[in-house]
């Protein structure tokens, strides 16, 4: 079992940035397409970015595209999500997981088994 630690929310104002960590421990996650989600109060967890074992495919919710970027350094076992021009309507609470399976490229909310406690991201106008 992977257990997954994100760090990096905050409060911020509209157009500022932010940079999510998620740090996994208890093994390996470079075999594991890994994703960020997010849920604002009662929304359902939307996804919100997805990476490749590799890094080759990527893929980002039309919400989010062009200003955010995810990323990952399987040597260090990390995955990030850095988030420029923020906006009101990206207050939400943004989780890290990884996909049940290895080199399963699949970005829908239920491929994902491991997650971690979330991070709380306010976006103040």
């Known amino acids: 079992q992977v257990l997954l630690t994100e760090s990096g929310g905050g409060l911020v104002q509209t157009g500022r940035s932010l940079r999510l960590s998620c740090a996994a421990s208890?093994?390996?996650?470079?075999?594991?397409?890994m994703g960020w989600f997010r849920q604002a109060p009662g929304k359902e967890r939307e996804f919100v970015a997805g990476i490749s074992w590799g890094g080759g495919s990527i893929t980002y919710a039309d919400s989010v595209k062009g200003r955010f970027t995810i990323s990952r350094d399987n040597a260090k076992n990390t995955v990030s999500l850095q988030m420029n021009s923020l906006k009101p309507e990206d207050t939400a609470v943004y989780y890290c997981?990884?996909?049940?399976?290895?080199?399963?490229?699949?970005?829908?909310?239920?491929?994902?088994?491991?997650w971690g406690q979330g991070t709380q991201v306010t976006v103040s106008s």
């Open positions: 997981a990884a996909n049940s399976r290895i080199y399963d490229y699949s970005t829908d909310l239920t491929s994902f088994g491991s």
């Open positions: 208890g093994r390996t996650v470079s075999p594991y397409t």
